[in-house]
C-alpha cells in the first residue's frame, strides 16, 4: 500500500479528510499508508473513487505516478 500516501498528497487531503470521507478513523488511514494494516476490498473501492483511480493502481498494479492524477498517465518530466 505503499502508493496510498502519495494518492493523498496528490490530492491535498489530510489523513483526517479521507478518514472522514470513508467513515473511518484517521489512525486506520495512517495504519493503511505505514503498512502496518491493509485495507478492505470495500475501503479499496471507496479510495479508488475519492482518488479518482483504480483498485489496480492503489494496489500497486500501476504506478503511483501514472494513476495519481485524473485516472491517466502523467507526462515524463522534461529535466528543465
Not at 486506520?28 to 475501503?43: I, K, M
Not at 500501476?62 to 485524473?70: I, K, R
Amino acid at each position: 500500500m505503499s502508493c496510498l500516501k502519495e494518492f493523498r498528497e496528490n490530492k491535498g487531503y489530510t489523513q483526517e479528510k479521507v478518514a472522514e470521507a470513508l467513515g473511518i478513523t484517521q489512525g486506520a488511514v495512517s495504519q493503511w499508508e505505514n503498512g502496518s494494516s491493509t485495507p478492505s476490498v470495500s475501503a479499496l473501492k471507496k479510495l479508488a473513487g475519492l482518488y479518482n483511480c483504480t483498485v489496480d493502481s492503489l494496489l500497486g498494479g500501476v504506478s503511483c505516478n501514472e494513476d495519481a492524477g485524473h485516472g491517466r498517465p502523467q507526462a515524463a518530466p522534461t529535466g528543465r
